[in-house]
Every structure is written in C-alpha cells, then in structure tokens.
C-alpha cells in the first residue's frame, strides 16, 4: 500500500457513506481519538482493530454524538454531523448497538423490539417478518423478559431493534463477545445478509477470527489513531503484523 498508513487510494474510496477526517474527541480532560482519517463505502462491512483502549469503541461513539467535545468532520451521507446531536445522527439511518446492549429488563423480548421510534429518512422500518426471518429465534421467544433471553439472543435482539427502527448503517460493537460458536457463525450469516441487502456496517471487533472472512476492509488503531489500513485481499500479506500488533 502506497501513502500514509490509515490511508487508502483514492479510487477505492467508490461511494463513501461514511467520511473521518482529522477527527479528535475527548471524554472530560481526557483526549481520546488523534486525529482519526477513514471512510466507509455503501455496502461494505469495515472492521476496526486494535487491542483494548486503542480507540476503537470511542470512535463509533464519536461517530454517534456520544463522546464530549468533538473536532475535525464527520460526514454521513455528506452530512457534517460534527455539531449535531445524536437523535439527527439516528435520523439519518445510523444504528449503534453498543457492547452492553441495552436490553430493558423490565420489557419482553417483543417490547425490547418494538419500543424504539422509527426514525429512518423515509420514515420506515424493517418489518417484523423480515426480522424474524433473520432472527428465527426471536420469533418463538416474543413473550420472554429481555434479559431471560440467552446471551446470543439478546444480542440478536439488540440488532434487531435497530433494525426496525428503520437503520441501513449499523455501528456494532464487540457483538460476538462471549458467544457460542455456533451463535457467532449464525451472526456471521446475518452480516453477510444484511450487507447483501445493501447495508453498511462498521464493526468493531476482538474476535479476528470472526470478523476476516466477512469483511470488506481493516483499520488498525493505537492510541486514538488509525496506524495501518488495507482491503480484505490484503490480510494475508498482513497476518504478520498484525499478529505482533493484535496478539491474533
């Protein structure tokens, strides 16, 4: 790869959705993303790397309007959300489904889902039916207490309502954390679905294992900063460093 690391070549920047540039946020005092370059195209799952603490989780939430004091440009869609509160940045079509999920345990599994607003542009949601065909298990589980659901049926859950709230760019957090095998690979399947319906998803991910054959791109990131950035066909020539980076 040619130029800076977090870079990417020009041309394989098609049709970003997506748009970090020289972004810095802090929480308080504390400044926790550098100056973070990247971009995400219509339809591709990107992944973001790191260990712990690198900044990973901050910069979907900055991407969100979560974090304190943001700097530099965050363009959705060609919007600059930089100044914007996080209810316009959902109403554009961005759904954030954090590492803890956010299950109501006082609600049902079916009241979990239907709660949130639609808040999509065009003022629509996914159906029920089209979750439930993605989400097979929480169609027999509607009347459950959220958080009596199974740890891989409440994270199926956490996406879902974003889902229906009506979201076509989905920031995920560490969703495979603490999952079965076989829950991880029916989670891998939903990805590759939903990407294939023309979402776009930003991942962020420990388990590499899961995230390298249903992503599209890699950012690496270390201390606040993006160090490294390359394509899937890429990974291989890669493993080595990021072995030495990651611990994978």
Wanted: glycine letters at 12%.
């Amino acid at each position: 790869m040619t130029g800076m690391p977090g870079k990417l070549p020009r041309e394989a920047q098609a049709d970003p959705v997506i748009e970090l540039r020289g972004l810095h946020a802090w929480y308080g005092e504390s400044h926790v993303l550098h100056g973070v370059d990247l971009h995400v195209n219509r339809a591709e799952v990107v992944t973001l790397l790191g260990r712990n603490g690198a900044g990973r989780t901050s910069t979907l939430r900055a991407m969100m309007g979560l974090t304190g004091t943001r700097k530099g440009s965050i363009r959705i869609r060609g919007v600059e959300t930089i100044g914007l509160p996080t209810r316009r940045i959902a109403h554009l079509g961005v759904g954030y489904c954090p590492e803890e999920r956010g299950i109501f345990a006082s609600l049902s599994a079916e009241e979990n889902l239907l709660l949130p607003p639609v808040v999509s542009p065009d003022g629509r949601g996914m159906p029920l039916e089209r979750i439930h065909a993605l989400f097979p298990n929480l169609r027999g589980r509607a009347a459950a207490q959220g958080t009596r659901l199974s740890g891989g049926e409440q994270q199926m859950l956490a996406i879902a309502r974003i889902l229906r709230a009506g979201a076509d760019l989905l920031l995920l957090d560490e969703i495979s954390e603490g999952l079965a095998p076989v829950i991880v690979q029916a989670l891998a399947r939903t990805i590759r679905a939903l990407r294939g319906q023309g979402m776009t998803i930003v991942m962020v991910e420990q388990n590499f294992r899961f995230a390298a054959p249903i992503s599209d791109r890699f950012y690496v990131m270390e201390g606040g900063r993006v160090v490294d950035a390359f394509a899937a066909h890429q990974l291989q020539e890669r493993t080595p460093s990021l072995s030495a980076r990651l611990g994978v």
